[in-house]
């Protein structure tokens, strides 16, 4: 063993001696290997634009969720003009829409505001749907319509064309006018005049001291 020693320090010395092959191995790595992760970086970056054929994967329909809605808004806001450039908003609590095919929106607690000659108006539905495409409010359940002059129409399940300012039935009607109550099998209201029409089986009741 004796013998060996001295070899074998003599060996490390000349490796790690300044200038020996230690030094060269460093110097060639400082070189060689900022080369090789530039050309593996490159490799990288351009192999999805030179590979060809089809990437598949399998998801699990139990693992995986799916969304039901397209959008869900929360306190949404539409805003627009009628025919005559008269803006009008159309607010709710909430707003889904199932798909990007599908301009229609379903709207909760709904309220609309028109600009009319005498001042604003106001709609109101608890529930409802929104045609984007024709501007058409189709609301669900009872529905108030109130102006600045005083003028209220209380009805239901009536579709409200924001652009003519034209509130009508898709069946039977019961509702309530300053001058008394009304019911008919449809109704039709232009909101600027404030007149009601009464279509089939139309009944009114007229409270005099009203008519004022």
């Known amino acids: ?26 110097e060639a790595s400082r070189v060689a290997l900022p080369v090789m992760i530039g050309i593996l970086t490159a490799f990288l970056v351009t192999a999805p634009l030179t590979m060809s054929g089809d990437v598949s994967f399998l998801l699990d329909k139990n693992k995986v969720e799916v969304a039901k809605e397209r959008l869900r808004i929360q306190s949404a806001l539409y ?30 607690t709904l309220s609309a505001e028109m600009a009319m000659a005498e001042g604003p108006s106001h709609l109101r539905a608890d529930s409802g749907r929104y045609d984007m495409a024709s501007e058409k409010v189709m609301a669900d359940g009872p529905i108030r319509f109130t102006a600045a002059n005083g003028y209220d129409l209380t009805t239901r399940d009536a579709t409200l064309d924001l652009k003519t300012r034209k509130l009508s ?18 109704m039709s209201a232009d909101l600027d005049s404030h007149v009601v029409t009464l279509d089939g089986d139309a009944r009114l009741r007229i409270v005099p001291r009203r008519t004022r």
């Open 1 to 26: 063993m004796a013998d060996h020693t001295p070899s074998l320090r003599t060996a490390r010395q000349l490796w790690a001696a300044p200038g020996g092959r230690h030094d060269r191995v460093v």
């Open 79 to 108: 805003r627009g003009a009628d025919q005559q450039g008269r803006a009008f908003s159309l607010r709710a609590g909430s707003a889904v829409q199932k798909s990007s095919a599908e301009p229609v929106v379903k709207l909760t």
């Open 169 to 186: 039935s898709g069946g039977a009607v019961t509702g309530q006018v300053p001058q008394g109550s009304f019911s008919a099998a449809r």
